[in-house]
């Protein structure tokens, strides 16, 4: 399947206009129009919401790489604040690109679970800026390994690189990990309620949003614990971006969030990011809480950024690694 499946760049039948032949009988008059924009099936991204699909199409360039086009819209209700969009859209955009990947050019079902072992991204600020229309990207795919057990896509490694209006705003990547719904999940345990949905944890209280670089306190992802550099991860799973769709982990998105906020609370202040690079060792339950820790990655005078190690742990065992980066205050 290739981007043309989602552009429209024929006549569309009974559509009147100043460039239709007046001589055509109404209702078989046809405007020519130029090709249209529409996102990528949802399904392919796993998206519940088409507001919150960023792909607008693709195409295989060669055996290895593709050209992704995507749009980020410029009121998103989480990712556009302030006249600048969240360089974590850019992390949120290549989580797509491999899911979209994955099942659209490597054959994986629609019913298998896709989980990221990792992912990265580093961003210039400088090309986030909210404009008067959404920003149009392209985005350059690169797919460093491809994994295969009979036949079937087990494992997928991709290189992005984002350009917005002929430059390049930021690159990342990160893996993917192919399962059945039968097979074991590898990184997290089975010890859910046989529900439909899973018993949820009460929803905590949450720090103050302005030491997070957040307006809304529905938007804070990080409770109090009355410890220095320790948070419970707060999880609501009435929020629209983070729980677009009935899953019973906490998503990866959220975890990259309580990274950004716990850096931006270590640090004392609202930072811009500049590059977040996270390993999930398993997947977060919404059965118990998971403790955030934060500590400032030693650096020299001389350095124009400061980086913060942040760590996730849930009943004993690691959740995730993350190193944010950002500009020296």
């Known amino acids: 399947m290739s981007v043309s499946t989602f552009r429209i760049d024929h006549a569309i039948p009974g559509t009147t206009g100043a460039e239709s032949d007046p001589t055509t009988p109404l209702g078989t008059r046809a405007l020519l129009v130029r090709p249209l924009t529409t ?15 960023m792909l607008t199409g693709w195409e295989r360039v060669d055996d290895h790489h593709f050209a992704v086009t995507a749009q980020w819209p410029r009121g998103h209700s989480f990712f556009a604040a302030d006249g600048h969009y969240n360089p974590l859209i850019a992390a949120e955009t290549i989580r797509q690109a ?5 099942h659209a050019e490597y054959g994986v079902p629609l019913d298998r679970q896709l989980l990221v072992g990792d992912i990265g991204v580093s961003a210039r600020p ?19 390994s491809a994994e295969r057990h009979h036949g079937t896509l087990t494992g997928l490694r991709i290189e992005v690189e984002i350009h917005r209006d002929g430059r390049l705003a930021a690159t990342g990547g990160g893996s993917l990990t192919c399962v059945t719904p039968s097979e074991d999940r590898p990184i997290r345990p089975h010890h859910l309620p046989s529900k439909d949905r899973p018993q949820v944890i009460a929803l905590t209280a949450p720090v103050p949003p302005q030491t997070v670089g957040r307006r809304s306190p529905m938007d804070v992802v990080l409770s109090a614990m009355g410890q220095p550099d320790r948070w419970l991860l707060r999880v609501d799973i009435g929020h629209p971006a983070f729980f677009d769709r009935q899953i019973d982990h906490v998503p990866d998105m959220m975890l990259l969030e309580a990274a950004c906020q716990a850096t931006a609370v270590t640090l004392g202040r609202s930072c ?30 001389a350095d124009a950024t400061e980086s913060v190690l942040v760590t996730g742990h849930q009943d004993g065992e690691v959740v995730f690694r993350s190193t944010v980066t950002v500009a020296a205050g």
Do not use: M, N, Q, Y
Not at 42 to 51: D, G, I, M, Y
Not at 293 to 300: K, N, S, V
């Open 126 to 144: 400088e090309h986030f800026g909210i404009g008067w229309t959404p920003a149009t990207l392209e985005l350059r795919v690169a797919v460093r």
């Open 39 to 53: 996102t990528v099936p949802k399904e392919l991204v796993h998206r519940a919401s088409v507001a919150e699909v």
């Open 272 to 301: 811009a990011l500049l590059d977040i690079t996270t390993e999930f060792e398993r997947d977060a339950e919404l059965t118990s809480h998971c403790v955030i820790e934060a500590c400032l990655i030693p650096g020299t005078d």
């Open 98 to 102: 491999g899911i979209l990947l994955a």
